[in-house]
């Protein structure tokens, strides 16, 4: 009975654990704050299913893996908040077809990863800091 939920605040409470893979059935979803809790494992695929999702905060989590290209996807999005988690690997180019201004660390920020260069031309000069020690 959440299909009318379209923001879902649920930053600083300590959550463990995985994000639940049925996010997708949030079809309404605008807002989605996770940030600040110890979620971790991988980030789901199935958000990007949330076509409506405009602003997705994730940091400061304990995030693994890589960010499932399906974000990229997310058209409306205006927000993508990454930074502070293990995620790590390569970032796909087609991050640049996103209509985000990655020069704006209050729309993106994607530091303190595991991310490995070469990164997209559109987000290259805007990484942070990345632990690049485990990269090929």
């Known amino acids: 009975h959440l299909d009318n939920l379209t923001h879902l605040d649920l930053h600083k409470n300590e959550f463990t654990g ?11 979803l605008i807002h989605l704050d996770l940030q600040n809790n110890k979620f971790s494992g991988d980030i789901p695929s199935e958000i990007g299913e949330l076509k409506n999702l405009k602003y997705l905060s994730l940091w400061l989590n304990q995030f693994g893996g890589e960010i499932p290209s399906e974000i990229w996807s997310l058209k409306q999005l ?4 990454l930074r502070t988690n293990m995620l790590k690997n390569i970032i796909d180019d087609s991050i640049c077809n996103l209509e985000l201004d990655f020069s704006d660390h209050n729309k993106f920020n994607i530091n ?14 805007y990484m942070g800091r990345q632990d690049t020690t485990n990269c090929p």
């Open 78 to 81: 205006t927000y993508l908040g």
């Open 112 to 125: 303190r990863n595991h991310l490995c260069p070469p990164y997209p031309s559109c987000i290259e000069d």
């Open 18 to 28: 995985q994000i639940p893979y049925k996010i997708n059935k949030l079809h309404n």
